[in-house]
Each structure stands twice: as C-alpha cells, then as structure tokens.
C-alpha cells in the first residue's frame, strides 16, 4: 500500500480511554483540521482551513472532556473532514467535497478513483474498524452511542438559535430524554433534530455503528460559538453530563 502519512504524523484516529466504564461510547468524526502533509493544504488557505468547513469547531474539547468525567471511551478522526468526511456514506459524492460552502477544495476537483480508494483505506476504514473493535468488546455492557458534532451559527442568512441540540434517527425515547434534561439546565431551547437529524444514507457513523450493535445512537450539534473555547467547551460539557447523570439516577 503506498504511503500518504509521515513518520511524524498522528494515525487516522486516536481512542482515549478505551475501557472507561460508562455505558456511553463517545465518537468525534470531525474532530481534526489536519491534512497530510502530502496533500499540501488541499490547494486550500490557512483560514480555510481554520475554518468550520474543515472540522467541527471545539467538538473535540467537549468530547475530550464528557470522556473523562463520564469515564467513557472516545473515538476520534484526526484528520479533515476535506480529506474525506468519515460521517458520509461511501457512495455520495460529498463523501470527498470537491466544494464546502460555495469554496472550492482544488485537490479534491480531478481525483482518480485509485486516489479516493487510498483516502478510504487510509482515513475512513481505520477510524471505522476502530469503533467496531471498541464495540466489539464490550457485548456484556449495554452501550450507548453519543457523537459529538457542532454546527455554525448561522447557514446563508437563516439564524440558528439553539445552543445545542439532540440529532436522532431511529432512537426517540432516549434522546428525548437526555433533550428534556439539558432543557431543565437551560433557559434558550434545546433543537430536537435541528438543524440537523441522523439520516440513514446520508450519516454513515450512528446508522452503521448502532444498527450492527443494535444500540441506541444520539447525535449532540454544538453550536460553535458556544464552544469556542476550552473552557467554554468544558462548561458545556458539564451541562451535558449532568443532564446526563440526571437521567440516569
Ligand atoms: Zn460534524
């Protein structure tokens, strides 16, 4: 297999706290800016490549810190979404955007098939394999999926006034419940399913993962002027798990 990453250059994805005790199992898909050194930024400036079309702005601090506070094991990509989106479905053509928000990513434009495969072998399956072994070792403990993602404050024009919101597909009883206890926390509205739900053919990570393990899945959407910093980040991430020990006393 040829090679795209250096030497000093971190795996597709990292696992913190693998055999934390929590039920909970935390994934971040768009935890990460990074681009391999040989792609060269991707054509792309460094502000673009700062910026939400590359990652989930401070996805991963609020991860980072429900995994230690819940003592759960988290999964995460570490490299850009640009360089392939390991929460799309292999078939789509934004699986490798050749365009993000109306900006063109030029070395995503003429990809051979050859080359979108090696960022599949080299991004996408390994982040995947790692959920499904993570998963795979914990069949006597009933877990529970939650991906932490974040979204911009505003799409085009339209205002988007939730500073959280609980994403879902098929699990409605869980997620309502964990909604109803961050709302009891929180005096702005809590989006249920916006701006975004988990869509089978679209998301690849929750409808994949929780359907082979039969478990439920929820999708957290920051929004990321809320967590722009660590400590604001961490601060939600303490409203998350205390909604979350809520529910569950
Ligand atoms: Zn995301």
């Known amino acids: 297999m040829s090679h795209i990453l250096m030497s000093d250059e971190p795996p597709a994805f990292s696992v913190l ?71 799309r479905c292999l078939e789509r053509e934004d699986l490798i955007p050749a365009t993000s928000a109306n900006i063109a990513i030029p070395a995503n434009e003429q990809l051979t098939q050859e080359e979108r495969l090696l960022r599949r072998i080299h991004f996408f399956d390994p982040y995947h394999k790692a959920i499904d072994a993570l998963l795979s070792t914990r069949t006597s403990q009933t877990s529970l999926l939650l991906s932490i993602h974040s979204f911009t404050p505003f799409l085009h024009t339209q205002d988007r006034p939730w500073p959280i919101a609980v994403c879902y597909e098929n699990d409605s009883v869980l997620s309502k419940r964990l909604r109803i206890a961050m709302q009891a926390q929180l005096s702005e509205a809590v989006g249920d399913n916006e701006p975004y739900a988990v869509e089978e053919g679209i998301d690849y990570t929750l409808p994949i993962h929780g359907a082979k393990y039969d478990i439920p899945a929820i999708m957290l959407e920051i929004r990321q002027d809320e967590i722009a910093t660590e400590i604001a980040a961490n601060s939600w991430g303490e409203t998350i798990a205390a909604a979350w020990t809520k529910m569950n006393d």
């Not at 971040?28 to 989930?56: E, M, T, Y």
């Open 17 to 87: 706290n693998e055999h934390g005790q929590s039920n909970v199992v935390l994934l971040c898909d768009h935890a990460s800016n990074r681009v391999p050194k040989q792609f060269r930024g991707l054509g792309l400036d460094a502000d673009q490549l700062a910026s939400h079309i590359a990652w989930d702005i401070g996805a991963l601090w609020v991860a980072r810190y429900l995994s230690e506070r819940l003592d759960a094991p988290l999964v995460f990509s570490n490299y850009s979404r640009l360089v392939i989106d390991c929460n």
